[in-house]
Nanobody, 126 residues
Framework: QVQLVESGGGLVQAGGSLRLACAAS????????MGWFRQAPGKEREFVAA????????YYTDSVKGRFTISRDNAKNTVYLQMNSLKPEDTAVYYC???????????????????WGQGTQVTVSS
């Protein structure tokens, strides 16, 4: 069974930075694309960023382009989300997710992430 454990959330002032980490276990991490999603109070969960299994391709939602960076360390079975220039509208619970298909080219659509972490709260104060 795949397990994903997020860490690194917290309270930060607008303009500040946080780095989220997601540690994976239970299968060969390096063969699967990974993604980050977020859900703000009263809103649906939305895609934030994704990275291919090799790390050669990354994808971002428009609202975070230029501010957030997704990366992975396959030796540590960990995916990261570096968040800079944070805004109050970035406040949400952030979830790590793992692709259900091995060695996919690119990143999966949101419906094809099979495994999810428990989430970590990010709060940005104005």
């Amino acid at each position: 069974q795949v397990q994903l454990v997020e860490s690194g959330g917290g309270l930060v002032q607008a303009g500040g930075s946080l780095r989220l980490a997601c540690a994976a276990s239970g299968r060969t991490f390096s063969m699967y694309a990974m993604g980050w999603f977020r859900q703000a109070p009263g809103k649906e969960r939305e895609f934030v960023a994704a990275i291919s299994w090799s790390g050669s391709s990354t994808y971002y939602t428009d609202s975070v382009k230029g501010r957030f960076t997704i990366s992975r360390d396959n030796a540590k079975n960990t995916v990261y989300l570096q968040m800079n220039s944070l805004k109050p509208e970035d406040t949400a619970v952030y979830y790590c997710a793992a692709d259900g298909r091995r060695l996919r080219i690119g990143a999966p659509p949101p419906s094809e992430y099979d495994y999810w972490g428990q989430g970590t709260q990010v709060t940005v104060s104005s």
